[in-house]
């Protein structure tokens, strides 16, 4: 947000955090599928239901630790669907609010990927030539801190 301003407080500020947020997803998969990919950390190795809308994917052990008790799994839910902008507003208002994290938008071949959080977004793509393209287009939402962060 303006300011490096991480969390927004109104409605006005949800608006300007939401269009960002989709001038880049548009930017990357306008007229294409995405997956939408949501984690859930749990302590059991067995995933819970998947939500409605989305599929269970896959489900990962996050660590080595040898005591079962301490043990962390991240289960993994996918969404394809048609990006629109707009389409996930919801879950992106959550995740500007802090409430979701881990979020995942990406092209079907996994080829560019958009992970946004509370404060901002990370955005892999597949050249830093199309990275740089990006960054140029969108530099006045860029923290002003040297390297951008």
Known sequence: MPESKRYPEDESEYIIVLDR??????ELFAGADVYVITPLWTTEAEAPPAEPGTGYWQSLLVGDDPDPEFRTYCHLFAA??????????DLLRDTADDKVAGVLITDTLMQRIHHPYDGGADVFLTTSEERDRMRNRHADWLSRHPSGL
């Open 21 to 26: 947020y989709n001038t880049v997803l548009d």
């Open 80 to 89: 394809r669907r048609p990006w629109q902008r707009g389409c996930i507003d």
